[in-house]
C-alpha cells in the first residue's frame, strides 16, 4: 500500500476524496447482473472490508483534527478558531460528533476518546503518548477493524503506555487472522506474563466497581446488566436457579430462563416495602380532570402504556398489575398536549418570580422531560440541573422555558455557536456551530392500550412469510386509525424500606431427570 503526502491536508480535500470512493464503490456495485466464482466474492468481500477499515482510521484522525479545535474570544469580541495541540478534546466536540454521525451522547463520548487515544498517540516518554497508535497503524493499512481495535484498547485500559506498545506489537501478527475474543484472551496472556500485577489490580478495581444497570430493551420489558464479585453471584445464582426450578416443576412458568426472571424479582420484591402510586392526566382539550380511572372494556391480560417506571419512552405493562395499584391513589393530574402529549401547566399557575423553581414545578419539568433533553442523551431527569433556557432573569421560571440538562450538555448549551428553543408543545430544538438542526420531543403520556391476541380481529391475508404479530396488527389499524385514550398514567415507584433480613433462599436442588430419550 502507497500513501502521498502533500504536507498539509485541507478538510475539503478529504469531503472531495470521500465523496469519489463512495460514488467509485456505488458504480461498480449497481448493475443488477454480476458474474463469479465464490472466491472472487470472496475477495471481493475482503477489499471492502479493508476499504472500510482504512475510511474508520481516517475519521479517527477526522475526530482527533475536530476535537482539538477550540473557540477563543477576541478583545474585539471576534470569535475565530484556534488549533490545539492534537489530542486536546473541546467540550462540545462529543456533541459535534454525535450530529454528524447520529449517534448517542454517550456512543459519541467514547467514539473521540478512542479516536484520540489510537490517532493521537504521541512520542514515547511524551504526555500525549497512549502506546495506541499501533492499532490505528493497523487499521489504516486496512488489517484491523474497528471493533478489534477497541477490544484491544480496552484491555489496555490501564496499562502503561510503553508496555501498551509493547503488547500492541507482540499481537500485531494476529491482527489479520484471529477473532474479537481471541485477540481479547491472547492480549491477556501477553499481559500475565509481563505483568501479572496490572491484571490482580484490574480484578480489584473491576470488583470495587461492580454494580446493576437497567434500562428499556423490548416492548414491555426491561433489560438488566449486573456484574458482582463471583463469590456473591455464586451464592445468590444458586438461590434463583433452585427457586427457577420450582417454578418449572409447578408449572409457574414455562421454561427456565424466564422462571430465573421471576424468580430474581420475586426474591428482591419479597424483602422490600415498595409504595407505588398512580396519577392520572387528560389531554388539554379536555374540559374536567379525571379524578378516578374510567371503565374500560379490556382484558385483565391486556398490556397499557404507563409513565414512571423509567426515563423515556413509556412501559407496557398488565393491566392485571395496573389495576392492582390504581387503587392506592389516584389524585387528579395536569394536562396533556394534544399533538405531542406533553405535560402542560396550562394555567401557568406553576410559574414563579423567582430563580430557583418550586417543588411542583421542577416535578412537572421532570415527567415532561423524562432525560436530558440534548439530542442523543439519555440521563434520567433526576441527574440533571433545571436550565431556564432563555437566560434568568430575561426568561421567566416556568414550564414553557425550564428543560433538563445534564451538567456536561448544561455546559454545551452555553458555549459559542450553539442555541435552544423550546416550543410550547414541548419540542425543543438545537442548532450546533455547524448549523445543523436536531429536535427532542418530551415523554409523550397519552395513553395507550393493546388488547390481548386472543382479542384482536383475525388480520388480513398476508404472504405466508410476511404474517404480522397481534402487536404490529393492533399498530397499525387499531391505534393508528381511532384517537388516543382520553386518560393515561403515570407510575411513582417510591423508594423501598428494607426493614426486614433477606429470607426465602432456598437450598439447591437436584434437578429433575429426563423421561425419555430426547426428541432428535
Not at 57 to 81: G, Y
Not at 138 to 165: F, I
Not at 348 to 376: I, K, M, N, Q, S
Amino acid at each position: 500500500m502507497s500513501t502521498i503526502s502533500t504536507g498539509r491536508v485541507e478538510a475539503s480535500d478529504v469531503v472531495t476524496a470521500a465523496c469519489a470512493a463512495r460514488a467509485l464503490v456505488t458504480a461498480v456495485l449497481s448493475p443488477a447482473e454480476s458474474s463469479g466464482s465464490v472466491a472472487d466474492w470472496a475477495a471481493a468481500l475482503g477489499g471492502l472490508q479493508c476499504l472500510a477499515d482504512v475510511v474508520a482510521a481516517a475519521q479517527d484522525e477526522a475526530i482527533v483534527r475536530l476535537a482539538a479545535i477550540e473557540p477563543v474570544e477576541l478583545e474585539t469580541d471576534e470569535v475565530v478558531d484556534t488549533h490545539r495541540a492534537l489530542g486536546h478534546v473541546a467540550l462540545d466536540a462529543p456533541a459535534v460528533v454525535s450530529g454528524v454521525l447520529t449517534i448517542s451522547a454517550v456512543h459519541a463520548e467514547r467514539r473521540v476518546r478512542d479516536a484520540v487515544r489510537r490517532a493521537a498517540d504521541g512520542p514515547a516518554g511524551t504526555d500525549t503518548c497512549t502506546g495506541l497508535g499501533g492499532l490505528h497503524a493497523a487499521m489504516a493499512e486496512g488489517r484491523l477493524d474497528p471493533y478489534r481495535a477497541q477490544v484491544v484498547a480496552h484491555e489496555l485500559e490501564e496499562a502503561p503506555a510503553e508496555l501498551a506498545a509493547g503488547v500492541v506489537e507482540a499481537v500485531a501478527p494476529w491482527f489479520v487472522r484471529e477473532d474479537a475474543p481471541r485477540l481479547r484472551r491472547r492480549v491477556r496472556r501477553v499481559l500475565a506474563a509481563i505483568s501479572p500485577d496490572l491484571l490482580r489490580q484490574r480484578a480489584v478495581r473491576a470488583r470495587a466497581t461492580s454494580g446493576l444497570r437497567r434500562w428499556v430493551d423490548e416492548l414491555g420489558v426491561d433489560t438488566w446488566l449486573g456484574t458482582f464479585p463471583s463469590e456473591e453471584a455464586c451464592a445468590a445464582w444458586a438461590a434463583i436457579d433452585a427457586l427457577a426450578q420450582r417454578y418449572v416443576e409447578d408449572g409457574t412458568c414455562a421454561h427456565v430462563e424466564r422462571a430465573r426472571g421471576k424468580a430474581l424479582t420475586d426474591l428482591v420484591t419479597s424483602n422490600a416495602s415498595v409504595e407505588v402510586r398512580v396519577q392520572l392526566v387528560a389531554p388539554a382539550e379536555a374540559t374536567d380532570a379525571p379524578s378516578a380511572p374510567a371503565p374500560v372494556a379490556v382484558t385483565p391480560d391486556d398490556l397499557v402504556a404507563v409513565h414512571g417506571l423509567h426515563a423515556g419512552d413509556p412501559a407496557l405493562v398488565s393491566r392485571r398489575w395496573l389495576a392492582q395499584v390504581e387503587a392506592v391513589d389516584a389524585p387528579a393530574g395536569p394536562v396533556l398536549h394534544p399533538a405531542t402529549g406533553a405535560l402542560l401547566d396550562a394555567d401557568g399557575g406553576l410559574a414563579t418570580d423567582a430563580y430557583r423553581p418550586g417543588t411542583r414545578l421542577a416535578a412537572l419539568v421532570r415527567a415532561r422531560d423524562g432525560h436530558c433533553r440534548f439530542p442523543g442523551c439519555h440521563v434520567a431527569a433526576r441527574f440533571c440541573d433545571l436550565d431556564h433556557v432563555l437566560a434568568w432573569p430575561l426568561g421567566p421560571t416556568s414550564s414553557l422555558n425550564l428543560v433538563c440538562l445534564c451538567r456536561r450538555h448544561h455546559r454545551v448549551k452555553q458555549r459559542r455557536g450553539w442555541s435552544a428553543r423550546l416550543g410550547d408543545d414541548g419540542r425543543m430544538t438545537w442548532t450546533d456551530p455547524t448549523g445543523r438542526t436536531r429536535q427532542t420531543t418530551p415523554v409523550d403520556h397519552r395513553g395507550l392500550v393493546l388488547p390481548a391476541a386472543a382479542d384482536l380481529p383475525p388480520p388480513p391475508p398476508r404472504a405466508p412469510d410476511a404474517r404480522h404479530s397481534a402487536l404490529e396488527f393492533r399498530l397499525e389499524h387499531a391505534v393508528g386509525a381511532s384517537p388516543p385514550p382520553p386518560r393515561a398514567c403515570r407510575i411513582e415507584v417510591r423508594r423501598p424500606r428494607w426493614d426486614v433480613t433477606v429470607s426465602g433462599m432456598h437450598p439447591p436442588r437436584p434437578r429433575p431427570r429426563p423421561l425419555g430419550p430426547p426428541p432428535f
